[in-house]
């Protein structure tokens, strides 16, 4: 399984940015996808998640409205949009593949918040997004 996130950099609060994780190595239609930051002086922060077609998706409430999940099934690639960047997003992005087609509901996530870095076997490099004037 390879994970390879890229598309993050320095950007102004209120600035976008879209994240791609390419993936290899499984049948990327099978699972469900994730996207997992960790700030600086912070834990791991589960962002979002999305069933195998897209059908559902769900977000924290740190980036509902802002952030928005997508996926290209024929091209291996999750994406995350980020629009109205603000200085608490900076962290390092990581996408992660789910147990099967479809993502825990929402207060999972939550409720592992600081067992997010055991709940993943692979891990991309992360791409990381700085958010500051």
């Known amino acids: 399984v390879q994970l390879v996130e890229s598309g993050g950099g320095l950007v102004q609060p209120g600035g976008s940015l879209r994240l791609s994780c390419v993936t290899s190595?499984?049948?990327?239609?099978?699972?469900?996808m994730t996207w997992i930051r960790r700030a600086p002086a912070k834990g791991m922060e589960w962002v979002s998640s999305?069933?195998?077609?897209?059908?559902?998706?769900y977000y924290a409430e740190s980036v509902e409205g802002r952030f928005t999940i997508s996926r290209d099934n024929a091209k291996n690639t999750l994406y995350l949009q980020m629009n109205g960047l603000k200085v608490e997003d900076t962290a390092v992005y990581y996408c992660?593949?789910?147990?099967?087609?479809?993502?825990?509901?929402?207060?999972?996530?939550?409720?592992?918040?600081?067992?997010?870095?055991?709940?993943?076997?692979?891990w991309g490099q992360g791409t990381q997004v700085t958010v500051s004037a």
């Open positions: 992660v593949r789910e147990k099967d087609e479809f993502p825990w509901e929402p207060s999972y996530y939550i409720y592992k918040s600081s067992l997010l870095q055991y709940e993943y076997h692979d």
């Open positions: 190595g499984f049948t990327f239609d099978d699972y469900a």
């Open positions: 999305m069933n195998w077609n897209g059908g559902t998706k």
